[in-house]
């Protein structure tokens, strides 16, 4: 089936888009992607405001429909496509999927945006003095399990790639812009994702 061209509203710099472009183009989907800056107020006007009035990116626009929230778009990507599947189908496989990009979701990724929002982003966002070292402290502890996983297989869900590589990939590499580092197997893991023929140079570490 001829499948219409997708628009990903993205940052001129890396962001959660990056995630999305990704899984479009492990679908072979037709995209493009337009970069917004919001310090130029570019996602501050009255059209973007329409597809997303939290003002928030990635957005992704197909046909009639608007999509927000990475990570549900990733997966409705998956759940459109006829021939190739990035999310497990077995039950506990699923659930294996599921565990690591919830903890993702819930334990690695708040405290990176917190991170990110009370140093990269101070100019939007306000915190109270010491919120930085609070976030980087509580992200060393909970992503430890993360390097057992990523270190423990070719991928980090029942051996077999899916949306959690994407995923963990941008947070692995999110964590390392905040100097946390990782060991030679980590390395390994995300020099395997890539080498994938869909990798975006985008993703590639700065
Ligand atoms: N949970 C949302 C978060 C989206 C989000 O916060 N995006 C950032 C860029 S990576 C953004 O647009 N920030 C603008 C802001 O915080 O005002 C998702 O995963 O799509």
């Not at 459109?80 to 690695?108: A, C, D």
């Not at 060991?183 to 080498?195: F, G, H, I, M």
Request: hydrophobic residues 40%; glycine residues 2%; charged residues 25%.
């Amino acid at each position: 089936m001829e499948i219409s061209e997708f628009i990903l509203y993205a940052y001129p710099f890396r962001s959660r888009a990056e995630r999305v472009l990704w899984t479009l183009r492990e679908f072979d989907y037709p995209y493009k992607v337009i970069r917004l800056d919001p310090f130029k107020g570019e996602t501050r006007t009255e059209d973007f405001l329409n597809l997303n009035p939290s003002r928030k990116m990635p957005v992704l626009c197909h046909d009639n429909d608007v999509f927000t929230e990475s990570s549900a778009i990733m997966e409705y990507l998956n759940d459109i496509s006829e021939n190739q599947k990035l999310i497990p189908l077995e039950p506990k496989e699923i659930f294996n999927y599921r565990r690591v990009f919830h903890y993702g979701l819930t334990e690695i990724e708040p405290y990176l945006w917190i991170a990110e929002q009370a140093s990269r982003l101070k100019a939007l966002y306000s915190w109270p003095e010491g919120t930085y070292e609070g976030a980087i402290f509580r992200l060393k502890e909970n992503i430890s399990c993360v390097w057992q996983w990523a270190e423990a297989g070719e991928y980090i869900a029942n051996g077999k790639f899916t949306l959690a590589d994407i995923y963990f990939y941008h947070l692995i590499t999110w964590a390392k812009q905040h100097n946390i580092e990782h060991s030679s197997s980590v390395s390994e893991y995300l020099k395997r994702l890539q080498e994938r023929p869909a990798f975006p140079v985008e993703m590639l570490p700065n």
